[in-house]
């Protein structure tokens, strides 16, 4: 039974138009060299037992061409084609079906909903392939995709056995994924709403899972408090798998089992995003399950922050990960050398890579409708220069294993800190500040409960 007084819920921004569809569409064709098309499958349903599949969620490279939502669905670019050159394959209207899975747009709604030129229902697309491909130099695919080679090979071979009779098959076929990923890596104003928003939900969840933890609590327990937050504001979900590790589990990065009980004393690490849209928030906090740091834990934790807020500060046009990432990793061996973790001076721990027992991971990654999302970040062999639109996380960490040789206040203490920030012309916003970090603001909120 609900409470009589709901929790708030945030106003939803506007969704990417299918004007900006569009235009990613042109953009994409204009890159092309010429006589060139591109060949695009979206996802497909995946099993997940019997009669039941995970839910559905579409290709991020389709998704980001043309916003349509559904299964089995195939983008065609073909620049100049008098009769349109976008063709969106999809699938069949079938009444029966729709009575158990649900309404289908079919090729008259994709056309009118999602604003591509023409559609066809995938009961046509063998037939209308071969036509469409046919005097195409070079087909544009992904080619990691298995699904679109096997489809490319089966039009060319096609086209090879009607040539005798006039066809012009395929004579290459050339990776699409550069392309697309290289646009995807700025982001439009309508993106930052969607990754801000994102970033919002998400950090209602992380606050939500800081007033309700205690003692004795599963971590899952935990889990679910945060996640029911992303489902309430309209999310599809987390973005990923949630990390929720109590005392020592903190050290395994990719810590997913969330079973074990969070127990008096311990700090607990939470690594989880929202995803709104198919943009993705990723905040990692960690926090004393009891509400109040210990000495050794509090001494840990500032230096992974004080590190943390002077990488998030260095963020701006021009510098790059590289030299962020540097820099973090000086702040967390001389860190890590001051509290007796280590020992000698920092750059001689530094080029020995002794440091490396504490801190395992890069300090950032690119953020968008993938968590760990695409584009390069090298160009030409040189670490990438940011530039406004590009949207990072921020996210040291220190990771003390339980051995003999560590003082034993230290054993088994996991922090991470990370912030989603979007680079600007001036400098930087953070889009999850809204979670505290500071020990003050951390303590503070936690005692409300």
């Known amino acids: ?54 839910a559905f969620r579409q290709d991020s490279d389709f998704h980001y061409l043309t916003g349509f939502p559904e299964p ?73 995709s298995a699904e679109a080679m096997g489809l490319a090979q089966e039009i060319r071979a096609d086209l090879v056995a009607r040539q005798r009779r006039g066809a012009c098959p395929p004579e290459a076929l050339a990776d699409v994924a550069p392309l697309i990923h290289e646009a995807r890596l700025v982001k439009s104003r309508a993106e930052l709403a969607l990754l801000g928003h994102a970033a919002e939900v998400s950090a209602r969840g992380h606050l939500r899972a800081m007033r309700a933890v205690r003692p004795g609590l599963r971590e899952y327990q935990l889990q679910a408090a945060l996640e029911h937050e992303f489902l309430w504001q309209g999310g599809s979900g987390p973005a990923y798998a949630s990390i929720v590790g109590g005392g020592a589990n903190a050290c395994v990065l990719h810590y997913i089992e969330n079973r074990a009980r969070l127990r008096d004393g311990d700090l607990v690490l939470i690594d989880a995003g929202a995803e709104f849209d198919l943009y993705a928030g990723d905040i990692t906090r960690t926090f004393p399950v009891n509400g109040r740091f210990s000495d050794a834990q509090r001494a840990l934790y500032e230096v992974v922050l004080e590190v943390q807020e002077r990488a998030v500060a260095a963020v701006r046009p021009g510098t790059t990960l590289t030299a962020i990432h540097a820099e973090v990793v000086r702040g967390l061996t001389a860190g890590l050398i001051q509290l007796g973790l280590l020992e000698g001076d920092v750059q001689s721990r530094i080029d020995d890579g002794s440091y490396r027992r504490f801190y395992l991971h890069s300090t950032s990654h690119w953020l ?41 206040g230290f054993r088994g203490l996991g922090i991470r800190i990370e912030d989603d920030v979007a680079v600007t012309d001036e400098g930087h916003a953070v889009l999850t500040a809204s979670v505290p970090k500071s020990i003050p603001a951390i303590e503070a909120l936690m005692a409300e409960k």
């Open 72 to 144: 089995d669905a195939l983008l065609l670019l073909l620049p100049g084609r008098a009769e349109g050159e976008s063709v969106l394959f999809c699938q069949d209207r079938d009444p029966m079906l729709e009575a158990w899975t649900g309404f289908r747009l079919g090729a008259e709604g994709a056309v009118r909903e999602y604003g591509v030129d023409q559609a066809f229902e995938n009961a046509e697309r063998d037939a209308r392939l071969v036509t469409l491909l046919d005097g195409w130099r070079t087909l544009y695919l992904a080619l990691d």
């Open 1 to 54: 039974m609900l409470p009589e007084t709901l929790p708030e819920t945030l106003p939803r921004p506007a969704p990417v138009a299918n004007a900006d569809y569009c235009l990613r569409r042109q953009a994409l064709m204009a890159a092309l060299p010429g006589d060139a098309a591109v060949l695009l499958p979206g996802a497909s349903l995946v099993s997940r037992s019997r009669d039941s599949e995970f």
């Open 368 to 408: 968008g409708l993938d968590v760990h999302d695409v584009g390069a970040y090298r160009r030409d062999g040189e670490p990438r220069p940011l530039m406004p639109g590009m949207v990072l996380t921020v996210e040291p960490g220190l990771y003390v294993p339980d051995d003999d040789d560590i003082p034993e």
